[in-house]
């Protein structure tokens, strides 16, 4: 099997805290990222496809495939935006484990309709302590 990694990045901002709890409660499990005027992060999102290698181009994914994908799936919804207001969040936390869910989600259906590779893995780097994986992890 051969991997191949691709690593994007996009500025925004979150709350974390549950709409199911209360301020007191929220402050309690997340401390001061619960405040409700929020933080940002520069996430670092570094996504993995594995599938045959195309005999013509030598490339699993073309880059600009991909670069196209991510784009479309995550740059243009995600970028420069309160994650709390996106869909994706309505009925969970922004945190990084449901960032990297999320992502993981819309680029697997992406890749699938658009190449003949698969989605690995993606990677959610949120500060350069905290970092998340969803998919095969080895």
Same mark, same amino acid.
């Given at each position: ?14 709350? !974390? ?10 402050? *309690? ?25 195309d ?10 495939? !991909?670069?196209?994908?991510?784009? #479309? #799936?995550? *740059? ?5 935006? !309160? ?12 945190? #990084? ?5 999320a ?36």
């Amino acid at each position: 099997m051969i991997a191949v990694t691709k690593r994007y990045g996009f500025p925004a901002a979150h709350v !974390l805290a549950s709409r199911e709890l209360s301020p007191e409660e929220n402050e *309690a499990i997340f401390g001061p990222c619960a405040n409700p005027n929020g933080h940002g992060h520069n996430y670092g999102v570094e996504v993995t496809v594995t599938g045959p290698i195309d005999p013509d181009s030598g490339q699993v994914v073309p880059e600009a495939t !991909l670069d196209e994908i991510y784009q #479309a #799936a995550v *740059a243009e919804p995600f970028s420069h935006r !309160l994650l709390n207001d996106l869909e994706d969040f309505a009925t969970r936390v922004p945190t #990084a484990e449901n960032i990297a869910v999320a992502i993981h989600g819309r680029l697997a259906s992406a890749v699938r309709r658009s190449t003949r590779a698969r989605l690995l893995r993606v990677r959610i780097v949120e500060t350069p302590r905290n970092s998340c994986v969803v998919g095969e992890v080895k």
